[in-house]
C-alpha cells in the first residue's frame, strides 16, 4: 500500500485556513464517519449501479475515488486481484489513514486537493466522487481537473447536494439565532447546472429530494458531527451555541404526527463520458 503526498501549498479560492479546517474536522470525524454515513451510502451506491468498472473491471484500469474519506467507495473498485490501478485521494490526512488502516493492499492513498490533482492528463478510465466537490470554493476548477486527469472514452460520476438541503434545520436556526449561520450553503440547481455544462457540455445531471428521519433535531445534529460535516463558514459562532437558543431551535423544527422529525437533502448526480 502506497501514501503519496500531494497537498498543495496555496489554494485559488477558499482560504487555506478553511481547507485545513475542513481537513482537521473531517479528520476527527473518521473513526465514527462509516456509522453515520446513510445517506453518503445511498448516493454513492446510486452511482454505482451505473458503474462499469464494479463487476468488469480490466486488468489495466485506473480508477480514482476523489475525496474518497474512509475509502468505503474506493474498496468497491479494489478487487484484491486488480487493485494496483485504484487510487483514493483526500484533503483529510486523518481520512486518509483510516482508509489506509481498512486496506485493501495494492491501492494508492494520495493525500490532495481536488482542486489541483497530483496526476497526470489522460491517466484514468474512471473518476468516481461522491459527496466531496460541495466542499471546494472552485467546483469548477474540480470539474476541470477530472476532464484533464481523464483519457478520451474515461467516465466521471460525482454526486453533490443543493440549495434547499437541509431546509428545516437552516429555517429553525433562524428562527432561534437569526445573528448567525448554523448550516452550509449550497449552489443553487441553477448555478451548479450553469456551472457543470459550462466545463462538461453534455454532461447528464439527474437531481432528487431525499428525506430521512430523525429522532430529534439533535440526533440530526449528532449525525452531522459524527460524519465532520458541521458547518465550517464564516458566520459561525465562535463560542458554544447557549442551551435555551439550542432549546428553542429544537422547538422551532416541524415534528412528524409520531414526534419524530425530517430533513431533506437535494440531491445530484453527474455522469459524463469524455470524448
Ligand atoms: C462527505 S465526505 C465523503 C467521503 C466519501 N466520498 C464517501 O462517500 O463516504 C467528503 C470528503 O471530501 C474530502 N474533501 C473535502 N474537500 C476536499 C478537497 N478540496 N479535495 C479532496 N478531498 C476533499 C473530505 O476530507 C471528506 O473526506
Redesign the pocket.
Known amino acids: 500500500m502506497r501514501v503519496v503526498s500531494g497537498l498543495p501549498g496555496g489554494s485559488a479560492g477558499i482560504s487555506q485556513t478553511l ?1 485545513s479546517d ?2 482537521r474536522s ?1 479528520g476527527v470525524a473518521s473513526s465514527t464517519y462509516d456509522r453515520a ?1 446513510r445517506l ?1 451510502r445511498f448516493m ?1 451506491d446510486t452511482m454505482l449501479q451505473r458503474c462499469p468498472f464494479v463487476d468488469d473491471q480490466p486488468l489495466d484500469a485506473r480508477i480514482l475515488d476523489l ?4 475509502g ?2 474506493t474498496r468497491k473498485f479494489a478487487d484484491p486481484a486488480k487493485s494496483e490501478g485504484v487510487s483514493g ?4 490526512p486523518g ?1 486518509l489513514e483510516q482508509a489506509r488502516r481498512q486496506g485493501p493492499k495494492g491501492v494508492s492513498w494520495i493525500a ?4 489541483h490533482l497530483p496526476l497526470s492528463d489522460n491517466s484514468h478510465d474512471q473518476v468516481f466522487s ?3 466537490i460541495q ?2 470554493d472552485d467546483p469548477c476548477a474540480v470539474l476541470r481537473e477530472c476532464r484533464r486527469i481523464l483519457r478520451p472514452d474515461g467516465c466521471l460520476m460525482m454526486s453533490t447536494l443543493l440549495d434547499g438541503t437541509l431546509r428545516e434545520l437552516k429555517a429553525a436556526w433562524e428562527a432561534a439565532d437569526p445573528d448567525h449561520q448554523h448550516v452550509n450553503r449550497f449552489e443553487t440547481g441553477f448555478a451548479w447546472q450553469t456551472k457543470v455544462h459550462a466545463e462538461l457540455p453534455d454532461a447528464v445531471i439527474e437531481t432528487r429530494t431525499i428525506r430521512l428521519r430523525y429522532q430529534s433535531p439533535m440526533a440530526l445534529a449528532g449525525e452531522l458531527r459524527q ?1 465532520g ?1 458541521g458547518f465550517r463558514g464564516a458566520g459561525r459562532r465562535r463560542a458554544v451555541t447557549a442551551p435555551g437558543r439550542v432549546r428553542l431551535m429544537d422547538s422551532q423544527y416541524p415534528r412528524e404526527p409520531d414526534g419524530t422529525i425530517m430533513a431533506s437533502y437535494e440531491a445530484a448526480w453527474i455522469y459524463w463520458q469524455k470524448q
Open positions: 481547507k475542513i481537513a473531517f454515513s453518503q454513492g475525496g474518497c474519506g474512509t468505503w467507495f485521494l483526500d484533503l483529510s481520512m490532495g486537493d481536488a482542486e461522491n459527496l466531496m466542499w471546494c460524519l460535516a
